[in-house]
């Protein structure tokens, strides 16, 4: 049968056929967006110049004093212990934070480039959030490791040897990253119809969760089940150990050794309050600030991944006595 003798109802029937095969593509080119938009200082573009500067300097002092940290801890044989090496886990993970999020924030701010492809953002994400899970995961080593020195520092360099330390160093990397690939795979399966303005300067997995025009009941439950048992799990040990700490010191006869032992712990503390504090206002702006001003999530994002690479350094530097030698070794040195 040729063209010209097919009945009428053959042609309503391939009307009815062609969008059924055009419709696809054409919901796929719309629903799953090339790029993203990522938002700078909302309200100040026209001063974004200017802020690079600031921005800039945490950058330089963040990238700056946590190589100087690890420089430092691998080169002085002195500092090759447990704490020190935990130590430098931690300068690590802060360089990884740094790094994930250099690229993104300085090119909005020095050349306006707020286009990230949809890959590129996963890419970011998995290791924004990656080296997030596992400095959650040195901040518990460190815990630990204050436990022992504290409670048991007669079994202290037998319990954490080397080899257990390396082992702890392999954990901390799988854990922080095979958690988030089924996480980042469901994400790949949304689609994305509303607005594609992000509003940080990074890809940050719940901010990207919101443009998606279906259902993300399972990938917002299977969100917080890993921060849960990552970072909620984290805080709880750490609370525990410390509340163990505190009762071992108090059994200390000594007023004096009981100074000394605590102040073993501030600088460990205060790493773990600017680390914690950040990650939950921004999990909280997240989840109940719906109506809260842009420019709130945007400082409580820039403070999340910013303040504790720029502190942790000047922290350990100020209070633990060996790093500041080694530190001011280094520095001699060089003027000498």
Not at 81 to 89: A, D, V
Not at 119 to 127: H, L, R, S, T, V
Not at 271 to 278: D, N, Q, R
Request: include cysteine; glycine fraction near 4%; hydrophobic fraction near 50%.
């Amino acid at each position: 049968m040729n063209f010209l003798s097919r009945p009428k109802n053959s042609f309503s029937h391939e009307g009815n056929l062609l969008p059924s095969l055009i419709m696809p593509y054409f919901n796929q080119s719309i629903f799953h967006p090339v790029v993203f938009f990522l938002t700078g200082i909302p309200g100040f573009e026209t001063y974004h110049g200017w802020i690079s500067i600031l921005f800039c300097c945490l950058y330089a002092i963040a990238i700056s004093g946590n190589s100087m940290i690890l420089f430092v801890i691998i080169t002085e044989s002195s500092l090759h212990e447990p704490m020190y090496y935990f130590l430098s886990m931690l300068s690590f993970t802060d360089l990884g934070l740094c790094l994930s999020t250099l690229v993104t924030m300085l090119g909005i701010f020095w050349f306006n480039a707020q286009e990230i492809n949809f890959d590129a953002c996963i890419g970011q994400m998995f290791f924004i959030h990656g080296f997030t899970f596992m400095e959650s995961s040195v901040l518990l080593a460190m815990a630990f490791d204050r436990f022992i020195a504290i409670c048991n520092p007669l079994r202290y360099t037998t319990i954490l040897t080397n080899s257990r330390i390396i082992k702890v160093g392999f954990a901390i990397i799988i854990r922080g990253t095979t958690a988030l690939v089924p996480l980042l795979l469901l994400l790949k399966r949304l689609s994305f119809c509303h607005s594609h303005v992000l509003h940080h300067s990074y890809c940050f997995h719940p901010d990207v969760m919101k443009l998606s025009c279906t259902d993300t009941k399972i990938n917002s439950a299977f969100g917080l089940a890993i921060v849960i048992s990552t970072a909620g799990l984290d805080s709880v040990l750490i609370l525990l150990s410390y509340v163990l700490i505190i009762h071992s010191v108090f059994n200390i006869a000594s007023p004096k050794e009981r100074k000394k032992a605590f102040g073993t712990c501030v600088s460990h503390i205060s790493a773990v309050a600017i680390f914690y504090i950040p990650m939950i206002s921004l999990s909280l702006v997240h989840r109940f600030g719906k109506y809260a001003p842009p420019l709130v999530h945007t400082f409580i994002a820039n403070v999340y991944l910013l303040i504790p690479p720029v502190m942790n350094p000047i922290i350990y530097s100020v209070k633990t006595k060996q790093i500041r030698k080694a530190v001011l070794k280094v520095f001699l040195s060089k003027l000498i």
